[in-house]
């Protein structure tokens, strides 16, 4: 992918997004900053906001604060990529998991269910900030014996603890899962595809804009 001398800047720590975004490019840097994700959630559900689009919403915010803090520091030239991905079950969001019992609740709540997963995503640059949000479906084979003993063998590889709705697709939850339907990357964090799409869009008219046409 052409930059045009753009610095492509991928506002998260996930190695997960670190991989899938280096299927589009190698060449980008990471820089994150903290916000405070709670609070935008409480705002959002106190304004009727779908479950379907808090992700996006905290897409953007993040986007936002590490091109603010990029510009405040004097760079320039800059376009960043924030993401957050959302696992909902019917109108609830299931987050990481506070404990292995947690993820074992969370995990036999989800089992014999169809579940979506919802990507928000956020492209910050001197012209705005681009959003979309990617849903995928997964659903998980119903609970019985088998399905029990899989999930408590995965909960105890510590797997889940840093994952929304207590699983990664990518390891040994694929066992959890009878079928998906979207775009599997989605899942794993990052909507690589449509997103490649987004940002060869957002690069053009930022490298058009600083050749002054």
């Known amino acids: 992918m ?3 001398g753009i610095s492509l800047i991928l506002g998260s720590n996930s190695p997960r997004r670190r991989e899938l975004l280096s299927l589009i490019t190698q060449d980008f ?8 994700e709670r609070a935008i959630e409480e705002e959002l559900e106190a304004n009727g ?11 953007k915010a993040k986007a936002l604060a ?3 803090k990029l510009r405040q520091e004097g760079r320039s030239d800059i376009v960043v990529i ?15 998991p506070e404990d292995e019992a947690d993820a074992v609740r969370m995990l036999r709540d989800l089992s014999g269910l169809t579940h979506v997963v919802a990507t928000g995503v956020a492209i910050a640059y001197e012209g705005g900030v681009k959003t979309f949000t990617e849903e995928s479906l997964v659903e998980f084979f119903k609970l019985d014996s088998y399905q029990q003993k899989k999930i408590e063998e995965y909960v105890a590889t510590g797997d889940p603890m840093d994952k929304a709705g207590a699983y990664g697709i990518q390891g040994e939850a694929s066992l959890l899962i009878k079928r998906i339907d979207g775009d599997y990357f989605n899942i794993v964090g990052l909507p690589v595809a449509r997103l490649a799409r987004e940002l060869s869009f957002v690069l053009d008219l930022s490298g058009n804009k600083g050749k002054g046409s």
């Open 66 to 68: 590490v091109y603010d």
């Open 49 to 59: 906001v779908s479950v379907l689009f808090v992700s996006e919403y905290l897409a």
């Open 2 to 4: 052409n930059l045009n």
């Open 82 to 96: 924030g993401a957050d991905t959302s696992v909902i079950n019917g109108s609830k969001i299931y987050g990481k």
């Open 29 to 36: 840097e990471v820089v994150t900053c903290d916000i405070d």
